[in-house]
């Protein structure tokens, strides 16, 4: 498959147990945050989203948490599986309305 | 099924020939974009789209130009690439003003240029 990145912070977790992956967004003016998952040679796929009067939204398996505070956005993936494995992106709008900005990457390793 | 369709998945070419990377959408977004993914740059953008007609410049548009003819295509041409445009691409379309909905991506062209 691609390689999306060679020097991505990774975190290897168990199958079952739960993850959560950090990112640190840039821009106070933006108010809408999107996490991506992105597979092995495949383009990247929304996961959950969040806007800023928000703190935390919950979709089905993950979480997504947002402290406006320190610009720090999280998200929880409960009982991982083997099929979570992949790298995941933060990205924020900014504020601008015109375009995604993305964070580095985190590559999630499930160990069977 | 709704999707954003990039042609073609690999390519290899040569310095200073020309070439066009496809891209259509069939979810009728108005919004359309086109990002680079590098090791260690992660994804950044190169021009989109806001609709027909309006194109503008992303973070890295040098070497890069883009037409918006029709509300599905937006095509990504390189008129005279070079190596350092060897990298992985991906198309991205977007409902309304894009960047407060979330985009769409494509499954990615892979370039080399040698």
């Known amino acids: 498959g691609e390689s999306v990145g060679l020097h991505l912070p990774t975190l290897s977790v168990q199958e079952g147990d739960n993850s959560i992956i950090n990112c640190a967004y840039s821009n106070s003016a933006s108010d809408y945050f999107i996490w991506y998952k992105q597979e092995s040679g495949k383009g990247p796929q929304f996961i959950i989203d969040i806007r800023s009067n928000m703190d935390k939204r919950q979709g089905q398996r993950v979480t997504v948490l947002l402290n406006k505070t320190v610009k720090h956005l999280s998200l929880q993936i409960a009982a991982t599986q083997p099929g979570d494995s992949a790298v995941y992106f933060c990205a924020e709008n900014g504020n601008a309305g015109n375009m995604l900005t993305f964070g580095g990457g985190t590559r999630l390793m499930v160990k069977p | 099924e709704a999707q954003v369709t990039q042609n073609p998945r690999y390519l290899i070419t040569v310095t200073g020939k020309k070439l066009t990377v496809t891209c259509s959408q069939n979810m009728n977004h108005e919004y359309m974009s086109w990002y680079r993914q590098d090791p260690g740059l992660g994804l950044r953008q190169i021009y989109y789209s806001m609709n027909v007609e309006v194109t503008d410049k992303g973070d890295v548009p040098e070497g890069y130009k883009v037409s918006r003819k029709e509300k599905r295509n937006f095509p990504l041409i390189l008129e005279s690439p070079s190596p350092n445009q060897t990298s992985l691409y991906f198309c991205?379309?977007?409902f309304g003003r894009g960047a407060n909905y979330g985009y769409t991506f494509g499954s990615g062209t892979r370039l080399t240029v040698v």
């Open positions: 991205a379309s977007s």
